[in-house]
């Protein structure tokens, strides 16, 4: 093989993790401060894409309102799912695992109403930007993808950046890393918990719009996209947020590289693989750190 | 079986027939075989506390190995059908072994890959599996001619009934007793000289057999097998049947499995109505029953003793 297609094959798998990073991210920011892996996330992502298809397709209005549209709809999502179903769970002492099966319920819920609302039938979505393919290095990149790569390190920094220097971000840091204190010196740990299933179901919103114009629409067309963005994320370590990205992106490389030299058949189920292999020698994913078991 | 309700269930179960037509039969024992792997995914999540999101995965390897061994070696279904449970049991054993140093999420991903993993080589080793055309395993016959679907249900009401048996037996033995002191506090079940290792190991393949044996009862009885029934979706569905009948409980299995099947079934023209109330449900149980169906209030109609909830985090702090 030559080395542009090697080079088309890697910048093209970055561009594909880019997706699978900003869905991962979404999952270890819910797990991170609420313990609960959300289930959901893939059909929260899905109804937010058809928010946005029924703004700009149904409705004609531009592409940029529908996505602002669809991204404050995930959010609001986000925060009545946090509000209404978990934290009065959590008040009746319901266990983690029963928690997860809600969150399998949310899933249902919204599968099936995205099929009452919208039907089966598969729907085109519009690309956000078009154009001749761009050069990136040595590679050259359908413009799609370039747009995926932007969006994925701009949204990075902007999560680095709210981590780091806002108040909320702050205060959502304290909540992770110790609920009780941060209740002690007066962080709303119950706003910050719906905080951060606001952020996150805005980031699944946002990599299922990204990923519509190559899979299409249909109720059940994010369920790869959900687990390719668990496999990210427990590869990069699931109480990880830098592990998020990392993990999508070797994910991303390592799929394109099989389906470029091994097969496409391979390509579908390698996620697994990986994720088997990178567990049996890191239980903890790439980057997440060994959590002594609380007793 | 102290509990009336339990009492109560068997003999409703033995009476069904006389009113419920066939088709509802029908229907019912697809339920109490989705029952018989709920039981055994209870051993192992409600139990020991080790999820798993693969679970139908062991019963499609159940439901090809007892196909497989009646259709192309001529095995007879009495032998079949057990070395299917055999067979499950030695890949939950397997995959155990990597399981031991995962929990939580981690575990979860994992055993949900192992589920996907086995549907998708379901499908793609034609030769063997049919792919998508699926197999067609023999019927259950014990005479000559198709059993009726009431022969079929008392059938299987008495598999489900040793089953049940079993598992509690084991809920009460030595090693229930250890799974329960694994799953809450490992490192003190270790202290007090048992051996995790082994007590997770034995609750991953005595697990897996349960479903082995609930897929290959499911390809006989159904007479029709193909990997979309062993997918993502069946793995979920038994873990919900767990969690909605009540963890760590044999009955609580049970209802939450029959449950789900029949309202499943029930509402099968309506699908997108059908996952609003499904999801709905589940919600709701989790929202306002922790402790699952099978220990809702209904208990004190016989008893005045309160409900004990077993799987709630373990409240004690401190080596």
Same mark, same amino acid.
């Given at each position: 093989?030559?080395?542009?297609?090697?080079?088309?094959?890697?910048?093209?798998?970055?561009?594909?993790?880019?997706?699978?990073?900003?869905?991962?991210?979404?999952?270890?920011?819910?797990?991170?401060?609420?313990?609960?892996?959300?289930?959901?996330?893939?059909?929260?992502?899905?109804?937010?894409?058809?928010?946005?298809?029924?703004?700009?397709?149904?409705?004609?209005?531009?592409?940029?309102?529908?996505?602002?549209?669809?991204?404050?709809?995930?959010?609001?999502?986000?925060?009545?799912?946090?509000?209404?179903?978990?934290?009065?769970?959590?008040?009746?002492?319901?266990?983690?695992?029963?928690?997860?099966?809600?969150?399998?319920?949310?899933?249902?819920?919204?599968?099936?109403?995205?099929?009452?609302?919208?039907?089966?039938?598969?729907?085109?979505?519009?690309?956000?930007?078009?154009?001749?393919?761009?050069?990136?290095?040595?590679?050259?990149?359908?413009?799609?993808?370039?747009?995926?790569?932007?969006?994925?390190?701009?949204?990075?920094?902007?999560?680095?950046?709210?981590?780091?220097?806002?108040?909320?971000?702050?205060?959502?840091?304290?909540?992770?890393?110790?609920?009780?204190?941060?209740?002690?010196?007066?962080?709303?740990?119950?706003?910050?918990?719906?905080?951060?299933?606001?952020?996150?179901?805005?980031?699944?919103?946002?990599?299922?719009?990204?990923?519509?114009?190559?899979?299409?629409?249909?109720?059940?067309?994010?369920?790869?996209?959900?687990?390719?963005?668990?496999?990210?994320?427990?590869?990069?370590?699931?109480?990880?947020?830098?592990?998020?990205?990392?993990?999508?992106?070797?994910?991303?490389?390592?799929?394109?590289?099989?389906?470029?030299?091994?097969?496409?058949?391979?390509?579908?189920?390698?996620?697994?693989?990986?994720?088997?292999?990178?567990?049996?020698?890191?239980?903890?994913?790439?980057?997440?750190?060994?959590?002594?078991?609380?007793? | 079986?102290?509990?009336?309700?339990?009492?109560?269930?068997?003999?409703?179960?033995?009476?069904?027939?006389?009113?419920?037509?066939?088709?509802?039969?029908?229907?019912?024992?697809?339920?109490?075989?989705?029952?018989?792997?709920?039981?055994?995914?209870?051993?192992?999540?409600?139990?020991? &506390?080790?999820?798993?999101?693969?679970?139908? &995965?062991?019963?499609?390897?159940?439901?090809?190995?007892?196909?497989?061994?009646?259709?192309?070696?001529?095995?007879?279904?009495?032998?079949?059908?057990?070395?299917?449970?055999?067979?499950?049991?030695? @890949?939950?054993?397997?995959?155990? @072994?990597?399981?031991?140093?995962?929990?939580?999420?981690?575990?979860?991903?994992?055993?949900?890959?192992?589920?996907?993993?086995?549907?998708?080589?379901?499908?793609?080793?034609?030769?063997?599996?049919?792919?998508?055309?699926?197999?067609?395993?023999?019927?259950?016959?014990?005479?000559?001619?198709?059993?009726?679907?009431?022969?079929?249900?008392?059938?299987? @009401?008495?598999?489900?009934?040793?089953?049940?048996?079993?598992?509690?037996?084991?809920?009460?033995?030595?090693?229930?007793?250890?799974?329960?002191?694994?799953?809450?506090?490992?490192?003190?079940?270790?202290?007090?000289?048992?051996?995790?290792?082994?007590?997770?190991?034995?609750?991953?393949?005595?697990?897996?057999?349960?479903?082995?044996?609930?897929?290959?009862?499911?390809?006989?009885?159904?007479?029709?097998?193909?990997?979309?029934?062993?997918?993502?979706?069946?793995?979920?569905?038994?873990?919900?049947?767990?969690?909605?009948?009540?963890?760590?409980?044999?009955?609580?299995?049970?209802?939450?499995?029959?449950?789900?099947?029949?309202?499943?079934?029930?509402?099968?023209?309506?699908?997108?109505?059908?996952?609003?109330?499904?999801?709905?449900?589940?919600?709701?149980?989790?929202?306002?029953?922790?402790?699952?169906?099978?220990?809702?209030?209904?208990?004190?109609?016989?008893?005045?003793?309160?409900?004990?909830?077993?799987?709630?985090?373990?409240?004690?702090?401190?080596?």
């Amino acid at each position: 093989m030559d080395g542009r297609l090697l080079a088309d094959v890697l910048v093209g798998g970055v561009a594909a993790g880019a997706v699978y990073a900003l869905m991962a991210l979404g999952l270890v920011l819910i797990y991170k401060t609420t313990e609960i892996v959300n289930f959901g996330h893939g059909d929260m992502a899905t109804v937010c894409t058809f928010v946005a298809y029924a703004v700009a397709v149904q409705m004609g209005a531009p592409l940029a309102v529908a996505v602002v549209l669809s991204l404050v709809c995930a959010a609001l999502l986000g925060a009545l799912v946090e509000w209404g179903i978990f934290r009065v769970a959590r008040t009746r002492h319901a266990t983690v695992l029963s928690l997860v099966v809600a969150t399998l319920g949310v899933a249902l819920v919204l599968n099936g109403a995205v099929g009452v609302v919208w039907g089966h039938d598969v729907k085109t979505f519009p690309f956000l930007w078009t154009g001749p393919p761009v050069r990136v290095g040595a590679a050259l990149l359908p413009v799609d993808q370039v747009l995926n790569l932007a969006v994925g390190v701009l949204l990075a920094a902007a999560l680095y950046g709210f981590f780091r220097y806002t108040v909320p971000g702050i205060a959502m840091r304290a909540t992770i890393s110790n609920q009780a204190a941060a209740h002690l010196v007066g962080i709303p740990v119950d706003r910050m918990f719906a905080l951060s299933w606001a952020i996150g179901s805005a980031l699944g919103a946002l990599a299922g719009i990204l990923a519509a114009p190559v899979l299409y629409l249909e109720p059940n067309r994010m369920v790869d996209l959900l687990l390719k963005g668990f496999a990210a994320a427990v590869l990069g370590g699931m109480d990880s947020l830098p592990g998020a990205p990392v993990g999508g992106v070797v994910l991303g490389v390592l799929e394109n590289l099989a389906g470029a030299y091994g097969s496409l058949e391979l390509k579908a189920s390698l996620a697994f693989l990986l994720i088997v292999i990178a567990l049996a020698l890191r239980p903890q994913g790439l980057m997440g750190t060994y959590r002594h078991r609380r007793v | 079986m102290r509990n009336p309700w339990a009492w109560s269930l068997a003999l409703g179960a033995v009476l069904l027939p006389a009113v419920v037509p066939g088709y509802g039969l029908y229907v019912l024992t697809l339920g109490l075989i989705f029952a018989a792997a709920a039981i055994g995914l209870n051993l192992l999540t409600g139990q020991a &506390g080790q999820v798993s999101m693969g679970h139908a &995965g062991f019963m499609g390897i159940g439901a090809y190995t007892s196909a497989l061994l009646s259709l192309r070696f001529a095995f007879p279904l009495a032998l079949s059908i057990p070395l299917a449970a055999v067979g499950a049991a030695v @890949v939950g054993l397997a995959l155990g @072994v990597p399981a031991l140093r995962l929990s939580g999420p981690y575990l979860a991903v994992a055993t949900l890959g192992f589920g996907t993993f086995v549907s998708q080589f379901l499908l793609k080793w034609e030769s063997l599996t049919g792919g998508y055309m699926g197999l067609k395993p023999h019927r259950l016959l014990w005479t000559s001619a198709i059993p009726e679907d009431w022969q079929l249900y008392y059938f299987t @009401v008495a598999i489900l009934a040793g089953l049940s048996w079993l598992a509690l037996r084991v809920e009460r033995s030595r090693l229930g007793r250890a799974m329960v002191a694994v799953r809450d506090a490992e490192w003190v079940a270790q202290a007090s000289g048992i051996d995790p290792v082994r007590t997770k190991l034995a609750a991953f393949a005595l697990s897996a057999g349960y479903a082995g044996l609930a897929g290959a009862l499911q390809a006989h009885v159904v007479g029709f097998i193909s990997p979309s029934d062993f997918s993502l979706q069946a793995s979920i569905f038994l873990l919900s049947a767990v969690v909605i009948g009540g963890l760590a409980s044999v009955p609580g299995a049970v209802v939450g499995a029959v449950a789900l099947t029949v309202g499943f079934q029930a509402l099968s023209g309506v699908r997108d109505l059908r996952s609003i109330l499904y999801g709905g449900a589940m919600v709701l149980v989790v929202m306002f029953f922790p402790g699952g169906l099978w220990r809702l209030r209904l208990n004190g109609l016989f008893t005045r003793k309160p409900v004990a909830v077993v799987w709630r985090r373990s409240r004690a702090t401190g080596p």
